[in-house]
């Protein structure tokens, strides 16, 4: 069964950019989570998507948004870049969303110049 | 965001020595992850405690879940260099909040 992919894996952005990530979750996975990785921050939820509506949300402002679609897969955008949005960002799948184990993909490493 | 305690931050150890580690929080969770994270990629689980009390083994490593639900540990025995990378705990309180929180993580080198 082929893990969580995520696309791209690498990007570079500058200041005032938007961007999108994408998140296919592992085969019958119906829940989507993203969170952020920084060096100073560690892991942080960002928000959560089931069948296809925002279930639960971290405390990001409203630049950071993210949808799923009916097969399941995400987007993540982030609008108006900053330099602090640099990040690891990771999405986990799961069976459902409650007490499932989350399975992660490999992250998009975003740079924002 | 709320996080967990993790300990040690970092590990220094010869190849072949046991590895302990763990995660306190003030609050109670309803599952304990362990995942380990090599550079560049993303977490991968290690092992999954859903029960308090729970003492759970994958080959070498071995966790518990703590009786208050409030913490959890890891042990590694006979360390081997692939060991080498950061651990995670991570707690679910389960119910509304199913997301995860992390701990800051444990960089473990191994020296052979």
């Known amino acids: 069964k082929a893990g969580v992919t995520q696309t791209p894996r690498y990007l570079i952005k500058t200041r005032g950019q938007q961007v999108t990530l994408s998140c296919s979750p592992i085969?019958?996975?119906?829940?989507v989570s993203w969170y952020q990785q920084t060096p100073g921050q560690g892991l942080q939820f960002l928000f959560e998507?089931?069948?296809?509506?925002?279930?639960n949300k971290g405390n990001f402002p409203g630049r950071f948004s993210g949808r799923q679609f009916s097969n399941s897969r995400s987007e993540m955008n982030v609008s108006t870049l900053e330099l602090g949005d640099s990040a690891l960002y990771l999405c986990?799948?799961?069976?459902?969303?409650?007490?499932?184990?989350?399975?992660f993909g490999p992250g998009t490493r975003l740079l924002v110049l | 965001g709320q996080q967990l305690n993790q300990s040690p931050q970092s590990m220094f150890i010869q190849e072949g020595e046991d590895v302990s580690m763990n995660c306190t929080s003030s609050?109670?969770?309803?599952?304990w992850l362990w995942y380990k994270q090599d550079p560049g990629e993303g977490p991968v689980l290690l092992i999954a405690?859903?029960?308090?009390?729970e003492l759970t083994s994958n080959g070498r490593l071995t966790a518990q879940f703590g009786i208050t639900r409030k913490d959890s540990f890891l042990n590694i025995s006979a360390s081997i260099p692939s060991d080498v990378g950061i651990y995670f705990c991570?707690?679910?309180?389960?119910?509304?909040?199913?997301?995860?929180?992390f701990g800051k993580g444990t960089k473990l080198s191994v020296k052979p």
């Open positions: 986990a799948s799961s069976l459902t969303r409650r007490g499932e184990t989350q399975y």
């Open positions: 405690l859903y029960k308090a009390g």
């Open positions: 998507y089931f069948s296809e509506t925002q279930r």
């Open positions: 991570a707690g679910q309180q389960g119910g509304s909040q199913g997301n995860l929180i």
């Open positions: 085969s019958g996975h119906r829940s």
């Open positions: 609050s109670i969770f309803n599952t």
